[in-house]
């Protein structure tokens, strides 16, 4: 059996526990790699917010009424199917996201491990008694949000829905889930299908594809409690300011740019092992992305030689019918943009020392050096495959630069030293730091979020951070008798 051929899902969209067709018509699902259509997918309308919204109300009082236990058996069995429906899910996201087999088979195993962590959840104690002055127990309980809104992006469009929608569900809570409409089959139609399958009753997943008027629609529908979002800090900060006009959490993933600090005792071959990962895994397509590398001047001339080196000798082609490292960007406006910083950064004054071409989506692996400050490489996200490489001449210069800019999402520091590494990285605000590590690193139990305008901190991930995102805490006190009051 697959997931997709057992149900009408073309043209479709996932509203009210069936497959409906959107009421803004359909769009054609397009693999970046050869630009053939897919298939056809449903768009979903601002009128199918409000039905969407008003059936998740309803069918959350029931789901959040059941038994602990039946929520997470619907979870674990969740796990399971993203499992025995790997090479299909696999098949999807490698021709819709253009993504290697790296990060395929990495999405697919967060996916299950979100699941078994959430099935955690519905168990664990959700609240703690307080100390009281009066005759009465008082009592401090999670309680579901209500409904979670689910905004996720196009770039590791699993991952970045999955990590809200599991333990939302899991809490309690209805989600209405909206994926970007570039990779809808993948971030939403097949994980509708999965909880489909795995029991989760009709209405408490809903799966939307919009575009922002649907975004905004989310944000703001009375039924709407909880905004998860990923994707870009200028839609976050409007997003964000949205919320909170209608006061309403907003829970922000957003941009990075990302620093990799390069010691004067680093290895350089592990180092540029560490280096070519972190920007050029899945094409620089993720938040995390190393996009700053911040080199010693004792081994600087040597890393950058070595990781132009390596830029230069890997393949890039369609992952679909070849196995290479790079696959395509996701569409021409984004490989534009990449050109752009590219072309922006030399005319400011980087070296380019590989790279910096393209044939239709597919983005050589690019190494600028002797990148200035103020060079938009330097200064903005990229979000391709580009690695500019900066010399610093101490470790004070390596701080300060690393904690220059907006952004504060990851860190990677390389040193035969750990201990002086975790000292250094105390010095530089980030929501994620990694020693002797780069940049790019996830697991479904540990918390994930960043600071600054990478985000408002940790918001998935982790039992702490999960039951913050996606309950209320409510106070509660018993008597055994009423009180008598003075008046």
Not at 117 to 125: C, D, E, K, N, V
Not at 295 to 300: F, G, L, Q, S, W
Request: with cysteine; proline share 6%; charged share 15%.
């Amino acid at each position: 059996m697959t997931l997709l051929d057992t149900v009408d899902w073309s043209g479709h969209i996932f509203k009210a526990g069936s497959w409906q067709p959107g009421q803004a018509g359909t769009y054609a699902v397009v693999e970046p790699a050869t630009g053939g259509e897919l298939g056809q997918m449903g768009r979903a309308g601002v009128d199918d917010v409000a039905e969407a919204g008003r059936a998740a109300a309803e069918a959350q009082r029931a789901w959040a009424a059941l038994p602990h236990p039946a929520r997470a058996a619907v979870m674990r069995r969740a796990g399971d199917l993203w499992q025995q429906h790997a090479d299909e899910i696999a098949g999807w996201n490698t021709r819709e996201v253009g993504a290697t087999a790296g990060i395929v088979g990495f999405s697919l195993h967060i996916a299950a491990e979100e699941c078994y962590q959430a099935a955690g959840l519905p168990g664990h104690p959700l609240g703690e008694v307080l100390s009281s002055e009066q005759p009465r127990l008082s009592l401090a309980r999670r309680m579901p949000a209500g409904v979670v809104a689910v905004i996720s992006p196009f770039n590791v469009p699993i991952i970045l829905g999955i990590r809200s929608v599991a333990p939302a569900l899991a809490l309690g809570n209805a989600v209405i889930l909206k994926p970007d409409p570039r990779t809808a089959v993948t971030g939403g139609a097949l994980m509708a299908r999965i909880f489909e399958e795995a029991g989760l009753p009709p209405g408490v997943l809903q799966m939307l594809p919009g575009g922002a008027d649907v975004g905004q629609a989310l944000v703001t529908d009375p039924n709407v409690r909880v905004i998860s979002f990923t994707g870009s800090t200028g839609v976050g900060r409007r997003i964000g300011a949205l919320a909170g006009e209608h006061l309403k959490r907003a829970h922000l993933e957003l941009g990075g740019n990302s620093a990799l600090l390069v010691l004067d005792d680093a290895d350089v071959a592990e180092a540029v092992n560490l280096a070519t990962w972190g920007s050029f895994f899945h094409q620089g397509q993720i938040c995390m992305t190393t996009g700053r590398h911040l080199v010693a001047a004792r081994v600087y001339d040597d890393f950058v030689e070595a990781l132009a080196e390596k830029a230069a000798s890997m393949t890039v082609g369609n992952p679909a019918t070849e196995a290479v490292a790079l696959g395509p960007v996701i569409d021409a406006g984004q490989r534009d943009k990449i050109h752009g910083l590219v072309g922006a950064s030399t005319t400011a004054g980087a070296k380019l020392v590989a790279g910096g071409a393209y044939t239709d989506l597919f983005y050589r692996p690019t190494v600028l050096a002797d990148v200035p400050i103020d060079a938009p490489a330097f200064t903005e996200e990229v979000f391709g495959p580009v690695a500019p490489v900066t010399k610093v001449d101490s470790v004070e210069d390596a701080i300060r630069l690393a904690g220059a800019g907006e952004y504060g999402l990851s860190l990677g520091i390389v040193t035969q030293d750990p201990l002086r590494g975790l000292a250094i990285a105390e010095q530089i605000p980030t929501g994620i730091v990694h020693i002797n590590d780069q940049s790019v690193n996830d697991e479904a139990n540990a918390p994930f979020g960043g600071v600054r305008a990478s985000g408002t901190g940790s918001r998935f991930g982790g039992t702490t951070a999960n039951l913050e995102a996606f309950t209320e805490t409510r106070w509660i006190t018993l008597r055994s008798k009423p009180p008598t009051y003075p008046l």
